[in-house]
């Protein structure tokens, strides 16, 4: 009960700032930008003009896998940037006014306040990037080649996966400091890490979150699910957790003002 009345809270406020409905038509627009410039690329070209006379433009038309994965990329860079600011003040702002020790005085367990901003902002983005990637999908099919959408919708799946970690990062990061720019700086900064640790120890380091993005190409050419992704999952799962009673503890032992 006390749970739900601090997630309802914190939803009310999202919808009250536009939140539910700005954030989706973002990450829409970012998984229509890269089918319409593809395919309409030529025309485009056409049009900027400065081709010599009597030039043919053939560009030739990529897979639909292909394309599908540049709107993820689009996610991966831009989605992650928009994620990140929607919820870099959600604890630390509060901390700095003065309204979290208003709240948790009531009293309302810390890990209550944390788990309920966490749900609410995974909601969010789930849903955009959930969004962003049908909208995608229908394009792509619609311009190129049809993906069966069961391959999409295990891809959105996983993906979420990945989203839902960025937002514990940023939920944990929260906790740590009150600025809400420092917050954002120590949450990109730590994805930047993560990431590069990815690419470069990727033999030996298959698990690392961030190379979910990577192993969903495969599943959105065949269907099939490979299994560095299934172990991959596994770990992002047992470190949102963690991450989330980190984030819990932390808030408790530090001073709130």
């Known amino acids: 009960m006390q749970w739900l009345t601090v997630f309802n809270r914190e939803s009310l406020e999202s919808w009250r700032n536009f939140k539910w409905i700005w954030v989706p038509l973002v990450f829409i627009l970012l998984g229509l930008m890269d089918p319409l410039t593809t395919y309409y690329m030529p025309q485009i070209l056409d ?10 433009i053939d560009i030739p038309s990529p897979p639909a896998a292909e394309v599908l994965m540049m709107s993820i990329g689009q996610f991966n860079m831009l989605g992650i ?8 003040g959600t604890i630390a702002g509060e901390r700095k006014s003065g309204v979290a020790e208003l709240i ?19 909601l969010i983005c789930v849903t955009a990037v959930s969004a962003g990637m049908f909208f995608s999908w229908y394009y792509v099919s619609l311009l190129f080649e049809r993906i069966p959408f069961s391959h999409v919708l295990t891809a959105a799946a996983f993906y979420s996966l990945w989203v839902i970690f960025i937002v514990t990062v940023n939920i ?13 700086f120590l949450t990109i900064a730590f994805l930047i890490v993560l990431q590069i640790i ?7 380091a298959n698990w690392v979150p961030s190379l979910i993005t990577s192993y969903i190409s495969e599943v959105l050419t065949t269907g099939q699910v490979p299994k560095e ?7 992002t799962v047992g470190l949102i957790i963690t991450l989330l009673i980190m984030a819990g503890y932390t808030l408790k032992n530090k001073e709130v003002v």
Do not use: C, D
């Open 47 to 56: 049009a900027v003009g400065g081709l010599p006379e009597g030039a043919v």
């Open 81 to 88: 940037a928009i994620i990140v600011l929607i919820s870099m």
């Open 104 to 122: 948790l005085v009531k009293p309302i367990r810390y890990f209550t306040y944390v788990t309920a901003k966490w749900m609410n902002y995974s």
């Open 172 to 184: 944990l990061m929260n906790t740590l400091v009150k600025v809400p720019g420092v917050v954002a």
């Open 198 to 204: 990815g690419q470069i120890f990727q033999h030996a």
């Open 229 to 235: 992704l299934w172990g991959t999952s596994l770990v």
